[in-house]
């Protein structure tokens, strides 16, 4: 059992950088991918990027990458989303998700993680 607790979000004008953070609970956090995903109002939840157990590869939507990077720390059970460059329709509520990783999964398919947190808000104004 994994239990995630997403920090950091507020509200910010474009051109600013903001980093959420996932806590998450549980020993066993070094053997799970994690995933962040965001969801607009009145839109789908949509992926944003992913690590695998142990850092060494990383997956970005095409609409954050080269904006947002995604790191992990195992020994503090933490993951974090360092977003730079926000602009307006990066406006969402943004959620950690957490899977056992095998190395085979789809990391940008949200039907592919068992866990999830409540989500953080961010808000970026024009």
Known sequence: QVQLVE??????QAGVSLRLSCAASGRTFICYAMGWFRQAPGKERDFVGAISWNGGSTYYADSVK???TISRDNAKNKVYLQM???KPEDTAVYYCAAEYDTGR???YDERRYTYWGQGTQVTVSS
Not at 7 to 12: A, Y
């Open 66 to 68: 080269g904006r947002f």
């Open 105 to 107: 999964i789809a990391y």
């Open 7 to 12: 920090s950091g979000g507020g509200l910010v």
């Open 84 to 86: 730079n460059i926000l």
